[in-house]
């Protein structure tokens, strides 16, 4: 009945309480709030959405619904860094091992797929035998020892998020800003599940992004960056394009095949950017004595003489996964059917469609369309051409993975669709537009 109220009222315009909206919070994470009431709710808020109190109450709420975790008696400092989502985004899995390699502890705690994003936990997973279920003390332990830890939302972290995360990703309420500005900023917010000296937020626009529009897209990163404030926890934010898949690579096992690459000092299009300028803010924010500028330094470096690598490798063996999968990545590429989808005619790139990618990534297997449903880690789609390269007829735009040829078939003039090729070339588009503080 109260929970009926709490909808109703909110419906109505009339403010939530703090205590309200903790106690729903609450009732949801045991169990006593069905699914469905709390889908209504959300559904309520991504229209209604929520003024800074409530904003601020609901991300406590999220704090206070699971265990508390510090890293502070790590012998380092630690920093995050947390993307709002977009096709293609492996950055977490490159700048997660480049920062450590650095010299600053990464603890991350990282979700699974939303939408038509793909998500880390989901990526990670491609790698045999990798525990994504730290507890809290492992993951300090790690973060202390190693310098690098990732893992999913266990039940005991931040549980509060996870939950309605897990709704949010079947039930359309993924794009509302106060949803994600409580989900993301609660992971990371200081003393809780991850108590770090900074953070950096990639605050992502653009078709391929939750948030499609830039201006839309800013207003978020101010309302985390707020958060942020209210919470005494320095954040800086990236605004960053996904006019176009980011790199090549869209599906799980494929993207940290990709991520490898990288890692290894190939320069990729885009993603190796983005990380580099992403690892070098959390460096520079999270250890005073290191300006930005050396950071990039530190970080190319980092990335060519193969500890980026290394340190990837000794997480993924320290958490149990297989490392013959880092040291021979082609072996992440396991779908068994591929398909070539080849140019109809000459020119250049001049768009590509990212959400529809995604979305098609999605229905060959690598992504979920109902709640729970296992993922194929081999399916998605490899771009072979991006916005500016040039193409000619017969030449191959991007190449399907997946289990099942038909359905690989059935899409092939759907991700061919998804290029726009033009006679003059276009520019290439920057894939970082602002930083804000
Ligand atoms: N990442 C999150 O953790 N939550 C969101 O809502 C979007 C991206």
Redo the contacts with the bound molecule.
Sequence with gaps: ERVIRLLTDKRAGRPMSGPDIEGLVKDFTAGSVPDYQMASWLATVACAGLSAEELTALTAAYVDSGERLSLSSSRRPVADK????GVGDKTTLVVAPVVAACGIGVGKV??RG?GF?G?TVDKLESIPGLDLELSGSALSAQVADLGLAVTGQSPSLVPG?RMT?AL?DVTGT?DSIP??????MS?NTKGIAVRCNSIVLDVKYGDGA?LPDRAVATELARTMLELGRSFDLPTTAVISSMEQPLGYAVGNGLEVREAIIALSGTYVEDLTELAITISALMISTADSAVDHDRARDRVREVLSDGSALRMFRAFVARQGGDVGFVDDPSRLETAPHRLVVTATEAGHVARIAARRIGEAALRVGAGRLVYGAPIDHGAGIVLSRRIGDSVAEGEPLATLHGSDYDQLESLADVVRGCFDISERPPGRPDVIVDVLR
């Excluded at 949803?179 to 993301?184: E, K, M, N």
């Design positions: 947390h993307s709002t989502g990282t979700g939303l994003m998500g998020d995360y949010r993924v949803l994600i500005a409580a989900s993301i992971k939750v």
